[in-house]
């Protein structure tokens, strides 16, 4: 199926309008992707202040404090899928705003650990349920030639989040003494109460309401307002996509039937390799990282400021080719780039360089994250899978990428720590594992990932539903 802009029956004007209004509700869903990146680094500024506050041992520092959003996360990766199946994305979506607002008034006024672990764990919850409804929503309101990049700008919000945490963190260092992370955290809920509002100005996903709600009509209006030509066949094209799910009496509810397997097997390991190249490792200790290269404290944090200001950069990058090269293509770019980076941040621990060699390296490796695996998860997994099982084809990769996230966060202090840590003396050990692991990847997506770009997702279905 193509879906294409109407040119023939539409004034230049409308169809510029109908563009504009794709893109506009793409990006107000993206945005949730925004929250998501700030709420995920922002704890990396209040990491050795809350530690130094409440005086928790490493273990519970790891697992309750730097940790429970990701189980949060976890926990909304499972759960959204069938929200979104259910209730439709646009209300999971509304949903993610409020959870994101409550964590963020929640976090900044705890009084002790447990409760900030608690309202930690409810902005987890956030994040997880938008990496499953975001990417769903847009990939289902996209066309083939532009769902690569419309898709990817959730990727973008996410690194312009992470970007503006860093910088948010930076800025608010010393404005609130001894509370300062308390600022920190709690000027998400800025951002997060403005997403929910623009929430309620968009649609209901169109390919939701013909496949799973059988309302042929309302998803017409919608397309009509995306601009969508030759309606009456799309709509026809995604019920006939509906029935093929249902051939021979198989049950198409179940993504964990065995005609799905393949889909299966790539969402699982696009989203296992994504964590095991590093990133969250270096994303959520790079203050940390950086000091043990020998940076001192505030020039670990200005330095955390370049990283984000790499990624957002090469993200960039990222989105203008993957309509252009193919996912696979810069899978193929991104695993070179990680191999390489992370073999010399190892060398360059390993050997003591200098901290000024080991931070190129880390910037290449935050690029080479940006233009291949950052760019492409998303928009992937999100075009993978089936109409009428996309949602929970999302929830399953998104489930696996942020345990494999959790897992990495909470035992990285039993290696890191500059006490206890297994790795205290030297941590190149933990940089050669990743690069290693990376390796892996790369012969994976030579060897078995297909190419998605500019192919319909009913087209996809065809050929990845056996």
């Known amino acids: 199926m193509q879906v294409s802009f109407d040119t023939g029956t539409t004034t230049q004007k409308g169809a510029t309008t109908s563009s504009a209004n794709l893109f506009g509700i793409s990006l107000i869903a993206a945005l949730a992707g925004f929250i998501f990146g700030f709420d995920t680094v922002v704890i990396s500024g209040a990491n050795q202040p809350i530690k130094e506050l409440w005086h928790t041992s490493t ?28 209730y439709g994305r646009k209300k999971v979506l509304l949903w993610v705003g409020i959870l994101f607002s409550v964590s963020a008034i929640g976090s900044a006024l705890a009084t002790d650990p447990y409760t900030f672990s608690f309202f930690r764990f409810i902005g987890g919850l956030g994040i997880g349920v938008s990496s499953v409804a975001a990417p769903t929503y847009v990939s289902e309101i996209s066309t083939p ?13 996410i690194v312009f989040g992470i970007l503006v945490a860093f910088l948010s963190n930076y800025f608010l260092q010393g404005v609130g003494g001894i509370n300062d992370w308390r600022w920190m955290l709690g000027v998400m809920a800025v951002p997060s109460l403005i997403y929910t509002l623009m929430v309620f100005g968009i649609p209901e ?6 496949s799973v709600k059988k309302n042929d009509a309302a998803a017409r209006q919608v397309m009509e307002r995306l601009g969508m030509n030759n309606i009456d066949e799309e709509i026809k094209l995604i019920n006939e996509s509906v029935q093929h799910e249902s051939h021979a009496g198989q049950d198409s509810k179940s993504f964990f039937s065995s005609k799905y397997k393949t889909i299966l097997w790539l969402t699982f390991l696009v989203a296992f390799f994504n964590q095991w190249s590093g990133i969250n490792f270096i994303l959520y200790y790079a203050p940390e990282i950086l000091g043990r290269a020998g940076l001192a404290a505030k020039e670990s944090l200005l330095n955390s400021i370049a990283i984000g200001g790499i990624n957002l950069l090469f993200t960039f990058a990222g989105l203008y080719l993957i309509d252009k090269l193919g996912r696979r293509t810069l899978l193929i770019i991104g695993s070179f780039g990680y191999i390489i980076s992370l073999a010399m941040v190892a060398w360059c621990f390993y050997a003591q360089a200098s901290a000024g060699l080991l931070m190129v390296f880390l910037l290449l490796f935050i690029a080479a994250h940006a233009i291949g695996q950052g760019a492409v998860i998303w928009v ?87």
């Open 205 to 210: 996903s169109p390919r939701w309401l013909v």
């Open 145 to 157: 030639a532009t769902r690569g990049r419309l898709v990817a700008m959730y990727q973008f919000n």
């Open 59 to 86: 273990l519970f520092h790891g697992f309750f404090i730097m940790s429970m959003a990701l189980w949060g996360t976890v926990a909304g990766a499972i759960l959204g899928g069938w929200p979104s199946q259910k």
């Open 380 to 466: 992937f997994i999100a075009e993978i899978s089936p109409n009428k099982v996309r949602a929970v084809g999302q929830s399953f990769g998104a489930s696996v990428h942020w345990v494999f996230a959790a897992i990495i966060t909470l035992i990285v202090p039993v290696f890191l720590d500059e006490q206890d840590g297994i790795f205290k003396d030297n941590p190149w050990p933990i940089f050669a594992f990743f690069a290693f692991m990376m390796a892996l990847q790369l012969i994976w997506v030579l060897t078995k990932v297909p190419e998605t770009k500019g192919v319909s997702l009913e087209e996809l279905e065809r050929k990845l539903v056996k």
